[in-house]
């Protein structure tokens, strides 16, 4: 069959600064998923977009065929709104164990396709595996049976949504293409679009941790992400939030459950409920604003009834540091494992050996450096190196303390736990000069940076 375009042209029209007709993006992208456009030629491509960017419409249309690639899912027959959050990825981010079942519990259905971890940076997968019998593959059947039961699923993003992502991200991975916010939000959201929620809230990190360490670069991938869900009638918010510094006082598979199970029984640090509630919120408000937009079709609720301004009103007024400390969250927490095999009352595993570190001043915690920490945790055997690696479930680090926190010589700073005690060393390598200590306190910054919406 003959090709409607040559992929020369395309390159040559990017690499000129050009830009692409719909057919031309259309064509390129299912082309390259067909194996038809070369490796090389989507290399060349991918590096024109990285020097020379896309316009918005451009970004669109890059987006609707990654889309397109592959199937969509579809919830509008719920007799609930749906919203889901999704993390740009940071060190002891656990939030969306906390978050998806605090939602979920307000009749809010929450759809989070998760992956694994890679690198210094978790994965929501790998955390919940540590749970016994915990099983992260469902079927579309069951997603949707588990979506209208339980109200939520957390579970492994099928290999039909947006495949043309699978295929250029590995290949952005070898050309020094990842760094690139339309590459990397087109990449996030088609798989987010693909997953068919009708709300979104972004948590875009901010910091040494994260993929975008300076804020000027968080807001214009925040504000790039937001513009493709508000173009494709999903209801999109962003919060920037501050990964400077770990999350919550765990990093690591096993350590990061307990401590979102804290946060279910209305304890918990007081950064990752923070973070929890502030999402929860923003999900909250949204899927009410989508109500008064659309109502609830699967219920039969029309936009403007007054069925539809009630349950919109519900979710406006919903309180959810109440729902923590009732067990409101934790009664869904308990449905929603153990629809999926786990058992939510089982004993988590813990590292067979454990090496601490104390301070070896008087002072103040003045920063504790979220990457060092990440890449410490990873090569504990928290995390992996390759993706066919295994995790250890119980390898982490406890922190003992955080910034702003007065500390005395001789105090524990932080343990680390792993199977495998000839990691120690590696791993206390990584954490040189992850932590200052000053004469006098600096205030802790704030979780939540800024909200980015249309
Ligand atoms: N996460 C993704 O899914 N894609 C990117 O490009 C970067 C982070």
């Not at 504990?380 to 005395?408: C, F, S, T, W, Y």
């Amino acid at each position: 069959m003959a090709e409607r375009f040559d992929a020369v042209d395309v390159i040559q029209t990017k690499r000129d600064r050009g830009v692409l007709s719909d057919a031309q993006i259309d064509w390129v992208i299912d082309a390259y998923t067909r194996g038809v456009v070369a490796e090389e030629q989507m290399s060349a491509l991918l590096m024109a977009v990285f020097l020379n960017g896309l316009t918005r419409p451009e970004l669109n249309r890059w987006t609707d065929a990654m889309i397109a690639s592959g199937e969509r899912l579809d919830y509008s027959h719920l007799s609930r709104p749906t919203a889901d959050k999704h993390s740009t990825g940071g060190v002891g981010d656990k939030i969306t164990l906390p978050l998806t079942p605090l939602v979920a519990s307000f009749g809010v259905a929450v759809p989070q396709l998760s992956g694994r971890g890679l690198g210094h940076t978790g994965g929501t997968l790998d955390k919940l595996e540590s749970i016994p019998g915990w099983r992260p593959s469902l079927s579309n059947e069951e997603m949707y049976a588990q979506m209208d039961e339980v109200g939520a699923v957390i579970c492994a993003a099928g290999a039909g949504l947006a495949p043309a992502d699978r295929k250029l991200y590995a290949l952005r991975d070898v050309t020094a293409t990842v760094a690139c916010i339309p590459l990397i939000a087109s990449s996030i959201m088609s798989k987010k679009i693909a997953e068919g929620t009708g709300c979104l809230v972004l948590d875009v990190k901010c910091g040494s941790g994260a993929f975008m360490s300076d804020l000027d670069s968080a807001r214009d991938l925040a504000t790039t992400m937001v513009g493709i869900g508000s173009d494709h009638k999903v209801r999109t918010v962003a919060l920037i939030t501050d990964m400077s510094t770990p999350l919550g006082l765990t990093i690591g598979n096993a350590l990061e459950v307990r401590e979102s199970l804290e946060v279910l029984a209305g304890g918990g640090p007081a950064d990752v409920v923070e973070l929890t509630l502030a999402l929860g919120r923003e999900m909250l408000d949204a899927a009410a604003a989508r109500i008064d937009d659309e109502g609830i079709p699967g219920a039969g609720v029309a936009a403007g009834s007054p069925e539809a301004s009630r349950r919109a009103g519900q979710l406006r007024e919903a309180d959810l540091p109440k729902a923590l400390s009732n067990g409101q969250a934790m009664d869904t927490w308990a449905r929603l494992i153990s629809a999926q095999g786990g058992n939510p009352h089982a004993d988590l595993a813990w590292a067979t050996h454990t090496h601490e570190v104390f301070a070896r001043e008087n002072g103040y915690v003045t920063s504790m450096d979220a990457l060092k920490v990440g890449v410490a945790a990873w090569r504990l055997g928290a995390g992996r190196a390759r993706k066919e690696d295994a995790v250890q479930a119980g390898a982490g680090i406890v922190l003992h303390a955080k910034p702003g926190d007065a500390i005395q010589k001789g105090q524990k700073l932080m343990t680390l736990h792993t199977d495998t005690p000839e990691r120690f060393e590696r791993g206390l390598e990584a954490l040189k000069g992850a932590w200052t200590i000053a004469d006098t306190p600096t205030t802790r910054s704030p979780v939540v940076l800024e909200k980015i919406s249309e």
